[in-house]
């Protein structure tokens, strides 16, 4: 435990004094002349990225980001020669990797104990869309009178149509806990975001895996941006588990949107610490 501790204290100090010198350089070290300059993004685009990687567990850089891209933005409208915006836009996209990145890590690091659905989605039908966020091996829900495995299903319908099947007494009290999914809608896109509307469901399985009951949840309205990070902005659940949604790609022109919902489980921790001290307690119990 000394031992743990005191290697504990020492990677503390050197992250606490490369975490001050990193904010310290992207907050203080231009001047007013050099704000708006081509060298001046670059090198906040490399801090940035810098404080992304290295303190994604701590560091919310939302704000961060989203400041660097509104200065990219005035930089486009104030500047006349075309070559010096064609510049400015082409950094403005190396922003947008950059965020992209980290929320990509994030989300690979919370699938690792959670799961991942892939979804589109399109302002023009304004039609809603059923995100299952729960494993539905095994799970069923009744169709024509008939049951259909949720693996096979792939005409996707909103939660609030789906019909359950008529549920027993003794399946309701089999399973006291449901299982989460979303209604999502797509009803507005930004020049970086998305706005959405979330409606949560809690659907009840019978000992079959048969679909049996759901129950609705408040609706809530989300604007989803390029630069949401799954560690920090993501919703609780009913159930305590966690969802967060991550914009992937956005068609202006074509009002629609692709995300990736990730879910993952209520106790999570970050993974840097974890396996050290679940391997220590290991030990101490042999």
């Known amino acids: ?34 704000l708006d300059s081509e060298i001046s993004f670059r090198k906040r685009i490399m801090f940035l990225d810098l404080l ?12 961060l980001f989203e400041d660097l891209n509104g200065r990219l933005d005035r930089a486009i409208r104030n500047t006349t020669h075309s070559t010096e915006k064609e510049t400015f836009l082409a950094l403005q996209n190396e922003v947008k990797k950059v965020a992209a990145r980290v929320a990509s890590k994030q989300t690979a690091a919370l699938s690792s104990i959670g799961l991942t659905r892939e979804l589109s989605l399109d302002t023009q039908d304004m039609s809603l869309r059923c995100v299952r966020l ?11 009178g008939k ?18 099947a008529e549920a027993g007494l003794t399946d309701v009290a089999q399973q006291a806990q449901g299982s989460p999914s ?10 970086t ?26 609706r809530m ?35 629609a949107a692709k995300f990736s919902a990730v879910i993952f489980k209520e106790g999570f921790m970050t993974l840097r610490d974890r396996p050290l001290f679940e391997e220590m307690l290991r030990t101490l119990q042999k």
């Open 1 to 34: 435990m000394q031992i743990m501790t005191e290697r504990e204290k020492s990677d503390t100090s050197i992250r606490e004094r490369m975490f001050d010198t990193l904010l310290t350089k992207y907050l203080g070290a231009f001047t007013d002349d050099e």
């Open 52 to 63: 992304s990687l290295n303190f994604q567990e701590y560091l919310n850089a939302k704000p």
């Open 134 to 144: 729960y494993d539905v091996t095994g799970r069923k829900e009744i169709q024509d």
């Open 147 to 164: 049951a259909v495995s949720l693996i096979d299903i792939t005409d996707h319908v909103p939660c609030s149509e789906i019909k359950p």
């Open 182 to 191: 979303i209604d999502i809608e797509l009803i507005e896109l930004g020049d």
């Open 193 to 218: 975001s998305a706005t959405v509307e979330i409606t949560p469901y809690e659907e009840f399985f019978n000992q079959d895996g048969v679909l049996t009951s759901m129950k609705q949840g408040r």
């Open 221 to 255: 309205v989300f604007e989803v941006s390029f630069f949401d990070l799954p560690y920090m902005d993501n919703t609780e659940l009913f159930d305590g588990s966690r969802f967060s949604l991550v914009l992937k790609e956005m068609a202006l022109g074509e009002g």
